[in-house]
């Protein structure tokens, strides 16, 4: 199903989102995070060992709350993760990422670490 088309606008723009995962004990957790969109599922990225990683792999119930620049200008995404890639793509992804919101001015910190990229369906 396509995104609405205010959640695609706002993600695929330069800016911020919290998403939002469940810990072990079911307590969320809120990153700041960059996000992406392709025509059905919001994208964000992360490293397979990192926490986020973990509890959406356990528990793919997940939130994004995509920030505007003007504080009245926001879209909340709640629902499931669609799916995940790692490798090669995972690592364009990320890349793409780094350029959208620096301008490629600079790379990731850690070219060699594992990459993770997730879909988020609503």
């Known amino acids: 199903m396509p995104l609405d088309e205010d959640v695609t606008r706002l993600a695929?723009?330069?800016n911020l989102a919290t998403v939002v995962t469940l810990m072990p004990?079911?307590?969320p957790q809120a990153l700041l995070t960059w996000v992406d969109a392709d025509d059905?599922?919001?994208l964000i990225n992360t490293e397979?060992?990192?926490q986020r990683a973990r509890n959406i792999a356990r528990d793919p119930r997940?939130?994004?709350l995509i920030h505007g620049e003007?504080?009245?200008d926001w879209a909340e995404v709640r629902g499931h993760v669609a799916g995940t890639v790692d490798g090669d793509e995972a690592r364009r992804h990320i890349d793409e990422l780094s350029c959208k919101y620096t301008s490629c001015r600079a790379s990731t910190p850690d070219t060699t670490s594992p990459r993770r990229s997730a879909r988020t369906a609503g």
């Open 25 to 27: 004990s079911g307590q």
């Open 70 to 72: 003007d504080s009245q």
């Open 12 to 14: 695929r723009g330069k």
């Open 62 to 64: 997940i939130t994004v």
């Open 40 to 42: 059905e599922h919001v």
């Open 48 to 50: 397979p060992q990192r």
